[in-house]
T-cell receptor, first 113, second 115 residues
Framework: ELKVEQNPLFLSMQEGKNYTIYCNYSTTSDRLYWYRQDPGKSLESLFVLLSNGAVKQEGRLMASLDTKARLSTLHITAAVHDLSATYFCAVDSLIQGAQKLVFGQGTRLTINP | NAGVTQTPKFQVLKTGQSMTLQCAQDMNHNSMYWYRQDPGMGLRLIYYSASEGTTDKGEVPNGYNVSRLNKREFSLRLESAAPSQTSVYFC??????????????FGSGTRLTVV
């Protein structure tokens, strides 16, 4: 059974600081995704990581993938208040003959001025 | 804008009532999914439809049924609602043929409360 675990689950940080969210998964994956969710809203796609060693950056967010360690990281550089949200990683894998997306629990990020 | 449309956005049901959540996509995607989101648990897959004419159970299917009406539409039915089904429900769609290169597109969600 594919399991996806994120840590930390809650993160409160100061503006201007750097931090990393970790995403571990238990079995071979085809793709790894990072999503952002604002309160009461749907999921916004941030990154799609396709292969080992993949690194993608958008503004103050950078995501990487290590398929050998089954680990992805979402790094936040010089955090700003607008990045406050819940971040999910999700792993796409062929399970019982069908492609399925399995989510981590989410990391609720609060950035304080 | 193209995407996934869910209706209704909010619903309150009494225990034992039934209802159908509607989902439609206009991206010509073959695969569609229903997830529920509960606090602290991420999103969990209820049912999915890999292609028109097929449906299968996900991680938490009990208490739900689905219908893939055509390529565009995938509905989720609660036959006899229970308080444990209070949740936010998301519909999603994706390209077919293996892991979608461009990911999954999610609807805006249906916030369901069962009292």
């Amino acid at each position: 059974e594919l399991k996806v675990e994120q840590n930390p689950l809650f993160l409160s940080m100061q503006e201007g600081k750097n931090y990393t969210i970790y995403c571990n998964y238990s079995t071979t994956s085809d793709r790894l995704y990072w999503y952002r969710q604002d309160p009461g809203k749907s999921l916004e796609s941030l990154f799609v990581l396709l292969s080992n060693g993949a690194v993608k950056q958008e503004g103050r967010l950078m995501a990487s993938l290590d398929t050998k360690a089954r680990l992805s990281t979402l790094h936040i550089t010089a955090a700003v208040h607008d990045l406050s949200a819940t971040y999910f990683c999700a792993v796409d894998s062929l399970i019982q003959g069908a492609q399925k997306l399995v989510f981590g629990q989410g990391t609720r990020l609060t950035i304080n001025p | 804008n193209a995407g996934v449309t869910q209706t209704p956005k909010f619903q309150v049901l009494k225990t034992g009532q039934s209802m159908t959540l509607q989902c439609a996509q206009d991206m010509n995607h073959n695969s569609m999914y229903w997830y529920r989101q509960d606090p602290g648990m991420g999103l969990r897959l209820i049912y999915y439809s890999a292609s028109e004419g097929t449906t299968d159970k996900g991680e938490v299917p009990n208490g739900y049924n689905v219908s893939r009406l055509n390529k565009r539409e995938f509905s989720l039915r609660l036959e006899s609602a229970a308080p444990s089904q209070t949740s936010v429900y998301f519909c999603a769609s994706s390209e077919s043929g293996g892991a979608p290169l461009y990911g999954y597109t999610f609807g805006s969600g249906t916030r369901l409360t069962v009292v």
